[in-house]
């Protein structure tokens, strides 16, 4: 009976491990698999970091238990170095350095529209101070509020004074997100756009917009940097939207009982969300992946994902681009608060032409995201 236990056991965490190494394997044929199954192994994208501590406890446990065994997670990580590669940055932090003219500094950030909704109507001037404070050339934004009324205090040309830019190009489906009779103002309102705020001439901007939807837009700017032209990408990938419940049932998940019913509404609302914008997010990365091969200068793109290094689109949009975090970041580079430590959604992905100095991803209390700032060294490129 205890070689019959000791065999079961051998063979059922050689068939776990051997599960384990094919989900992580599985997200290197992310953008060539059918979007009925790419969705579900976008998920395992998600869990990566989980399954890269999962992979080195196999080690551990083979190499004291049957070394022989150990060259599976062995041979899947050693297959896993790209993924690796694109999760985690491997450079110590540097010194933050003052701007000069042989640096070229972009930030990018999910403003939270400012917290125009929280403020009733107002921008958060905190905010908009801590962006100027970024001391950015280039500032992409995402989820940016604007008015269409050119009395407002808020109007894209006062809000680019504010941040303290000459430049400023901004996009948006107009059918979406105009508000009127907000709270107590009759104002129109532009929120939810993607905006390139610049120190450096805007030579031409365009708009991209594949369906007159949310999401499915965004821009791009050609920038006139010294005698250099680069263009820049501002994008906004599908979210999840998940309701405040839906973070709290994720966060607690723990602690929710034997409610089996409940749990299983919840869990199928949110996997209906999960598989809705994966697919959503899969169409729009390959509309910005179009846009980018089209480019005569070398790119950057910049913003909010909504989505993991290894996931469907990051490998589609990333593709022959550098992304500068893992060039010269340290860590995970968590860029949003919520859910779980590993998330990180928002991007500086750059051409091989361009070198980059340092990143930084800063920690703001005011928004759901934190802002991520790359300096681009010109003379290099």
């Known amino acids: 009976m205890a070689g019959f236990f000791r065999s079961f056991t051998k063979k059922f965490f050689i068939f776990c491990n051997i599960a384990l190494s094919v989900c992580m394997l599985l997200l290197y044929f992310l953008t060539v698999l059918p979007a009925s199954v790419s969705w579900i192994v976008n998920l395992f994208a998600l869990l990566f970091p989980f399954f890269l501590i999962l992979q080195l406890v196999f080690l551990v446990f083979w190499l004291a238990a049957k070394r022989k065994l150990a ?4 041979i899947t990580l050693l297959l896993c170095l790209e993924l690796i590669g694109s999760f985690f940055g491997f450079h110590p932090k540097s010194k933050t350095t003052q701007v000069d003219a042989s640096t070229f ?33 280039v500032l992409a ?46 104002e129109r309102y532009h929120p939810f756009c993607v905006a390139v705020f610049s120190n450096y001439p805007i030579l031409r901007w365009e708009k991209e917009q594949s369906i007159k939807e949310y999401n ?6 050609d920038l006139l940097v010294n005698s250099d032209t ?17 973070y709290e049932f994720v966060e607690n998940i723990d602690q929710q009982g034997i409610d089996v019913d409940a749990v299983q509404t919840a869990g199928k609302s949110i996997l209906r969300k999960m ?18 091969d089209k480019s005569p200068y070398p790119v950057i793109v910049c913003g909010d994902m909504n989505d993991v290094p290894n996931s469907n689109a990051y490998q589609i949009i990333s ?9 010269k970041g340290w860590g995970v580079g968590r860029t949003f608060k919520y859910l779980s430590p590993t998330l990180r959604i928002d991007y500086v992905l750059h051409s091989q032409s361009l070198s980059v100095e340092r990143v930084q991803v800063l920690r703001s209390m005011q928004s759901d995201h934190s802002p991520v700032i790359a300096d681009f060294n010109l003379q290099n490129k």
């Open 105 to 137: 500094r972009v930030a990018t950030w999910n403003a939270h529209l400012f917290n125009f909704f929280e403020n009733k109507g107002h921008l958060d001037l905190g905010m908009l101070q801590e962006a100027k404070n970024f001391k950015a050339d």
């Open 71 to 74: 060259f599976i997670p062995i």
């Open 275 to 292: 598989k809705t914008a994966n697919l959503l997010r899969s169409s729009q990365a390959r509309d910005v992946r179009a846009a980018i």
């Open 216 to 221: 499915h837009t965004f821009l791009w700017v």
């Open 230 to 246: 680069i263009r820049l990408f501002n994008i906004h990938l599908q979210s999840m939207h998940f309701a405040k419940k839906d």
């Open 141 to 186: 934004v995402q989820e940016l509020v604007f008015s269409l009324d050119t009395l407002s205090p808020i109007t894209l040309e006062k809000v680019k004074k504010k941040l303290g830019y000459k430049y400023v190009a901004a996009a948006n489906d107009r059918a979406f997100g105009v508000h009127t009779n907000i709270k107590q103002k009759n």
């Open 319 to 327: 593709d022959d681009l550098h992304d500068a975090f893992t060039e």
